[in-house]
């Protein structure tokens, strides 16, 4: 990732001093490590991806984080930006740089109902998104855990429960307002400044900071939704009825899952409380439609029994607290890929795997492994963006949780491991898995990039492994916006024509 914070000098008092000048005629605050609110604009959701800013700015317009931008590059600082705080790798974060928190002063949603637009902060939350526009009946793509912030996630390509039906967060994207590395505020979209609006739906955290983002919305009812959890003794038929639901078919209307852009699930091995130590099989799942027709849709998961079962109509924005959000622990995010149909002892040889690592690291509790699934063909139909992971294939997830310090290096290597196992069932058995569909077992996808989605903090993929045969262009348009990569904190671009050393 990123490695420039060691070429350059720390932020010091005098600094402070003088960005405090040059922001007082402004509602922006900057927050020594001293002040008030310089520990909530450091925190983040992994308290292992937390660093030491040497300061923070809470800037209330793009005009105050031109200031702060301008001043990083003109004095040779490390820049960090936070948006929602959720990235386990650190890449909000700097120690001793200067730190934006778009957070603390830059969440707010302005929906127009005329054109179903919502006109959202830089800073914002999905919860801000998903409530503001529920208020009009209305919703877009967003994050599945409602406090992960819009920011990291659209920038990075984004997935939500409605990805089904209306594909990934950035095809719902219709512009942006950004601050360039030279402090110039630039508007972007597919009519205006189109190479920078196209660089910045996939790898967007490369190229300024985005201080206002337009997505369209979609006239949204309410939805069914809910958790079931189910006995381990379970996995055969869960398998089997997941396989029924999510696999991609080829028709003669082109590739299908019987979820037919309406379904979504998250799969996976927990050990909730109630649970006391067993591991369970958790299931969330969302159907966007009415109740009769969810839970025939469902119908195979309630036929098998499960130990609890919270499935329900309720309104949309309760579909991304599913998830608790959990803040606070120490949590490394680690992405991987899988295909479908899922294969019965791949299953049981990752819960063997997650429960021998629980046994020996009890304060890892609360990790999570997880297959994500949802109706992937409207995602693969399109080319919009940067995003070069596009396909048939579905995101995975490996999330030890833990609390000491000292289990750091065990829970990454875990993740690690983890994830290695599922490299390894993607490559040996995806090409039977997708039935060919993905056109074989390649462990990189039609754009060259790794199936591995970026903004799942990976550890071993480099920059070129995530953007594919996209990274040439976001060379070339990289040297035009940042020459100096100032934002180069995850899967940094080198630009075209730079040094090796910037
Ligand atoms: C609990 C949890 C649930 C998740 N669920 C989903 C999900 O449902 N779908 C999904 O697609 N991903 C999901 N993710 C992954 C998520 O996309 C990434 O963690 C993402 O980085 C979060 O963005 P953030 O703004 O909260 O993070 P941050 O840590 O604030 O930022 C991440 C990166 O984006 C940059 N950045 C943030 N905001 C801006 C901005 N406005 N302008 C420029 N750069 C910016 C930061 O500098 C940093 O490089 C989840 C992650 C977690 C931890």
Known sequence: ?????????????????????????????????????????????????????????????????????????????????????????????????????????????????????????????????????????????????????????????????????????????????????????????????????????????????????????????????????????????????????????????????????????????????????????????????????GKKMFQPFFDIGPAVNEMRMDAYPNANKLVPAMYGMRSSMKGAAHMMPLREQFVHDIKTAYDGFIDTCPDAALSVVAWELYDPVKVAASDEGSFANRGYHFNSLVMPMWSKAENDAQCRQFARDLSNMFKKEISEHGAKASGGIEGGASVRGRKGAVLLYGNYDQYDEISKDVYGDNYPRLQKIKAQYDPKNMFNKLFAIQPEGASAQL
């Open 1 to 293: 990732m990123g490695s420039m914070a060691d070429t350059k000098r720390l932020v010091t008092a005098d600094d402070i001093d003088r960005l405090r000048q040059l922001l007082s005629d402004t509602d922006a605050e900057v927050r020594g490590p001293s002040d008030t609110g310089y520990d909530k604009s450091i925190d983040r959701w992994s308290k292992a991806a937390e660093k030491p800013a040497g300061l923070a700015i809470a800037p209330a317009s793009a005009q105050d984080v031109a200031i702060a931008v301008k001043y990083a590059a003109e004095n040779g600082l490390d820049l960090a930006v936070k948006g929602g705080g959720h990235s386990t790798a650190g890449a909000s974060s700097t120690d001793g740089g200067i730190l934006i928190d778009l957070q603390s002063k830059m969440r707010k949603v302005t929906v127009d109902t005329e054109k179903n637009l919502l006109h959202v902060q830089g800073g914002a939350l999905w919860s801000d998104v998903d409530e503001a526009a529920w208020n009009h009946g209305l919703a877009t793509v967003g994050g599945t855990v409602a406090d992960t912030g819009i920011g990291g996630l659209t920038l990075g390509g984004g997935y939500g429960v409605l990805s089904g039906a209306h594909g990934l967060v950035i095809d719902n994207t219709v512009s942006f307002e950004t601050v360039l590395a030279n402090g110039e505020v630039k508007r972007s979209s597919k009519e205006e400044n189109a190479d920078l609006f196209w660089a910045l739906n996939g790898a967007g955290q490369n190229f300024g900071v985005t201080t206002e983002f337009v997505f369209q919305a979609h006239p949204q009812d309410k939805i069914y939704m809910g958790t079931m959890l189910f006995p381990a003794e379970a996995i055969s038929k869960l398998v089997a009825a997941l396989n029924e639901l999510y696999k991609v078919n080829e028709t003669p209307q082109g590739p299908q899952t019987k979820s037919l852009g309406r379904a979504m699930s998250l799969v996976g091995f927990a050990k909730p409380p109630p649970a006391e130590g067993k591991t369970m099989v958790l299931m969330n799942a969302v159907f966007d439609g009415p109740e009769e027709e």
